[in-house]
């Protein structure tokens, strides 16, 4: 996993100042209250461990420990691999147990915030159709048509509800949409077997 320069440098801070466990501890606690809040709100450093400390090193101590626990659960990390990750900055024992325990309580948490921040498609569930005849426009001139009214019912997978988009078409615009799909589906199946 690559971490940006800056949250490397977060990192290294940890270790040069260094960070007892219980201050990890604290600094860790306010930033999984921070990451997994409602609502976004200024860090507090208010506790004893972190008030001894200078204030632009427990800044940088503070992103770059919000950048490694956004990474680590962007990727789904498990806390082994978290844990070699820490032996690369120097972490001691204890403050890498004190990181994977906080990191694995907070885990589910963080991957939900980052799924609901992520974007996301809507799947199409259904598709319902009729077919309606039509004798006058909206200028009431005689028309005799033939028109489809076709629904699309999707589902955000982000969101409970459900979202229905309906048109209506004449056959020709039917076929012709028709033709599009074949002609995407066609392509999918190319790509699949490449």
């Known amino acids: 996993m690559e971490l940006a320069s800056t949250v490397r440098a977060g990192l290294s801070a940890c270790t040069a100042t260094p960070l007892s466990p219980s201050a990890l501890h604290d ?16 860090p507090e450093f208010d506790s004893e461990e972190l008030s001894s400390l200078n204030g632009a090193t427990l800044k940088l101590c503070h992103f770059g420990l919000m950048g490694l626990i956004l990474e680590a659960a962007r990727h789904a990390m498990e806390p082994t691999e978290l844990g070699e990750l820490l032996d690369e900055y120097k972490f001691s024992m204890e403050c890498k147990r004190v990181f994977t325990s906080a990191y694995q309580m907070h885990f589910e948490k963080l991957s939900d915030v980052l799924r609901a921040l992520s974007p996301s498609s809507p ?13 006058r426009n909206n200028f009431l001139h005689r028309v005799d048509q033939l028109n489809y009214e076709i629904m699309f019912h999707s589902e955000n997978m982000m969101s409970p509800s459900s979202k229905d988009v309906s048109f209506s078409c ?18 999918i199946e190319k790509a699949g077997q490449a």
Request: charged share 25%; glycine share 2%; net charge positive.
């Open 170 to 187: 004449s056959p020709e615009q039917l076929q012709d949409l028709i033709a599009k799909l074949k002609d995407a589906m066609k392509s």
């Open 123 to 135: 799947v199409l569930t259904d598709v319902s159709w009729r077919l309606g005849y039509s004798i």
């Open 27 to 42: 600094l860790l606690r306010i930033c999984f209250s921070a990451l997994c809040a409602r609502h976004p709100h200024e």
